[in-house]
């Protein structure tokens, strides 16, 4: 067996191949990392940029669609957490732990699992989509369900490891933010600086904080436009949201840790932070999915649900995040779409009824 220490890349052998290079290495000049660093990678970042047309036509805008469900882990979270983990394997550091609404949570567990160190998680009970539940216990961590939700669990774990040596790896941690502006400049470099407006759902607030942070650093000000449910939406109401309530279970959060930076982004780009209705993130979510052919998980289609109601504003190159991808949360795709199952008897008239029959 080998130890957790040697089981870690290096720099020099992180890439099994040179189709896909790790973020950390693509964006090491921007990076608190150097050269012999440990890296622990599972090969993030470098996500698609999709053009959708449908969407294009109904804004009048040039949108696509930047597919953060495609890093590893199926979410943005692996941009950050290959540098927190990283970091954090760099400071001898044991263990890692946070609390979430899910993707984090899936996400630091795979990143411990690679680094051979151990993660514990806080989640709110009952209140995780199950595909992010499935990841996070496949990959070993320690989950532990608290009665009470985000806000209260990210309370508790900043208390909990301001008295023991267990890194921290919310969006508190600067390496997630580090990591996560990789996101703009590879938004940036695909469209050669032309980016207009960008929208984006809004939880924690780490996110939104990194792509302003990103395309600083590249002199560039697209108009970031955060979006939040309405029911969690601490940020547009100014105040502290005591029972966050939304089906996007991701960003169902009442009291952002990044709540400055989140509205410093916003003022600074000449963007906003607005609410969004379950039911328009609910239509947002079956149109892409049914009409882009792109399956998102529900607070991922906050951004597009937000460029839907409010419009381009004479944007012409606008860039919706989906954050994290359909198979995440199927308890939310199944009771939300138009289709239905139809049952069929084992025999060639019931097939044929079945399939060509009136709908
Ligand atoms: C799919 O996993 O907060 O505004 O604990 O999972 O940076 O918080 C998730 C947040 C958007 C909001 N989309 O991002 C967590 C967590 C998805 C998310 C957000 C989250 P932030």
């Known amino acids: 067996m ?84 990283s970091a954090a394997v760099r400071e001898g550091a044991k263990a890692v732990i946070c609390a979430s609404t899910g993707n984090t949570a899936a996400s630091a567990a795979a990143y411990a699992a690679r680094a051979g160190i151990t993660c514990a998680v806080i989640v709110p009970e009952g209140r995780i ?53 990789t996101a703009a400049f590879e938004i940036h470099e695909a469209l050669e600086g032309s ?17 302003w942070r990103g395309f600083r650093e590249l002199g560039a000000a697209p108009r970031l436009w955060g979006f939040q449910a309405e029911g969690a939406a601490p940020l547009v109401l100014g105040k502290i949201v005591e029972q966050p309530e939304t089906v996007a279970s991701a960003i169902r959060i009442g009291n952002p840790v990044r709540w400055e930076d989140a509205m410093a982004a916003a003022t600074d780009s000449r963007g906003s932070i607005r609410p969004v209705s379950d039911q328009e993130i609910l239509a947002a979510f079956r149109l892409l999915a049914s009409k882009e052919g792109m399956f998102c998980e529900p607070a991922s289609a906050a951004s597009v649900a937000g460029l839907l109601k409010y419009g381009a504003d004479a944007a012409e190159q606008v860039v919706c995040v989906l954050t994290g991808r359909g198979l995440k949360d199927p308890e939310t795709a199944i009771a939300n779409n138009d289709g239905r199952v139809i049952p069929c008897a084992a025999e060639i008239g019931a097939i044929e009824e079945a399939v060509l029959g009136d709908p």
């Open 2 to 85: 080998s130890t957790p220490t040697t089981r870690l890349l290096t720099v020099e052998g992180a890439a099994d191949t040179r189709t896909h290079v790790p973020l950390l290495e693509r964006y090491r000049q921007r990076l608190p990392f150097a050269p012999g660093d440990p890296l622990v990678t599972l090969q993030e970042g470098s996500t698609p940029l999709l053009r959708a047309p449908v969407l294009s036509e109904l804004v009048g805008a040039t949108v696509r669609l930047k597919l953060e469900g495609a890093n590893p882990t199926g979410s943005f979270k692996d941009r950050g957490m290959t540098c927190a983990v």
């Open 129 to 181: 989509a199950q595909g992010k539940m499935a990841q996070t216990l496949v990959h070993g961590a320690r989950v532990i369900e608290l009665k009470g939700n985000f806000d209260r669990a990210l309370e508790l774990v900043r208390e909990l490891t301001g008295a023991h040596p267990i890194v921290l790896v919310n969006s508190v941690n600067e390496f997630r933010i580090e990591g996560q502006k």
């Open 195 to 211: 980016l207009e407006a960008l929208c984006i759902p809004v939880g924690n607030a780490g996110n939104i904080t990194s792509y």
